[in-house]
């Protein structure tokens, strides 16, 4: 513990427009579990392993919409290309992968377009280890 | 396919230098790396990646994501960052089951102190 102590992300909002439409692309595309004890039908929380996605209409918050700025938000996945070509063949248009020398890459957006980015990376970390 | 985990989330800066010291010294987070455009902190179980887009010729945005950062006790934490200068947007709410307060980075980043106190159903 340091500072104010911080121990954690709790969740972090994903603002979206039209919960139906999130729903599919957060449960279905990207297959992540809904968290069952999601507080509201305009408040659904997504585990995506260590950090809870709360996917949520700010309409319905007395907040306006706005995405997530550009690289917000990234995802792990074994295999980028793969994942890219999972999706794709589902309909989700998704950029070119790069490959930084160190980790590869592909980007895309959610329904209400919100920039999510596949991830993984490759090489060890400075202390040895692998992701 | 299968997401695995959240690998980072990110924030964009106009100052890296201002960001270092908010992050670093008034949140109190560890760095990971640090780079002329780009710093990584450990924000507990996820790294935390702060930005300045100006250096790939893009525009700068403020996050809306509001992320929630647990603390032991908001109250306490939201005295100590006041102290220290961060202005924070109305009361602690308390909704039943935790309590939060909203308050942003120097960039206007969407973030809050968060403790749920209140057992989970299931």
Redesign the interface.
């Known amino acids: 513990?340091?500072?104010?102590?911080?121990?954690?992300?709790?969740?972090?909002?994903?603002?979206v427009k039209d919960m139906q439409e999130a729903r599919r692309f957060y449960g279905e595309l990207?297959?992540?579990r809904e968290n069952?004890?999601s507080p509201d039908e305009d408040w659904i929380e997504y585990e995506?392993?260590?950090?809870t996605?709360?996917v949520m209409t700010?309409h319905t918050h007395e907040?306006d919409f706005?995405?997530?700025?550009?690289?917000?938000?990234?995802?792990?996945?074994?295999d980028v290309a793969?994942?890219k070509a999972?999706?794709e063949a589902a309909g989700v248009e998704v950029n070119d992968m790069w490959d930084s020398g160190k980790c590869q890459g592909a980007g895309l957006r959610d329904p209400s377009g919100n920039p999510i980015l596949l991830?993984r990376?490759y090489a060890p970390y400075p202390d040895g280890t692998m992701? | 396919?299968?997401?695995?985990?959240?690998?980072?989330?990110?924030?964009?800066t106009q100052d890296i230098p201002r960001a270092k010291a908010f992050y670093g010294?008034?949140?109190?987070?560890?760095i990971e790396t640090e780079g002329e455009n780009d710093l990584e902190f450990k924000?507990?179980?996820?790294t935390l990646?702060v930005?300045n887009?100006a250096s790939i010729g893009?525009e700068?945005?403020?996050?809306?994501?509001?992320?929630?950062?647990?603390?032991?006790?908001v109250a306490?934490?939201r005295a100590?960052?006041e102290a220290k200068g961060v202005r924070f947007d109305g009361e602690i709410v308390d909704s039943g089951v935790c309590h939060f307060a909203f308050f942003k980075d120097p960039d206007g980043n969407a973030l809050m102190?968060?403790r749920?106190y209140a057992p989970?159903?299931?």
């Open positions: 513990m340091s500072g104010v102590g911080v121990e954690r992300v709790d969740y972090i909002r994903v603002p990207l297959g992540l069952p004890n995506a392993g260590n950090v996605l709360a700010p907040y706005s995405p997530l700025p550009p690289g917000a938000l990234a995802l792990r996945v074994a793969d994942a999972k999706l991830h990376r992701p | 396919m299968q997401v695995e985990q959240v690998d980072f989330v990110s924030v964009l010294e008034t949140l109190g987070l560890p924000l507990g179980q996820v990646d930005f887009p893009q700068f945005a403020p996050t809306p994501a509001g992320i929630a950062i647990r603390v032991p006790d306490a934490a100590e960052l102190l968060h749920r989970r159903e299931g």
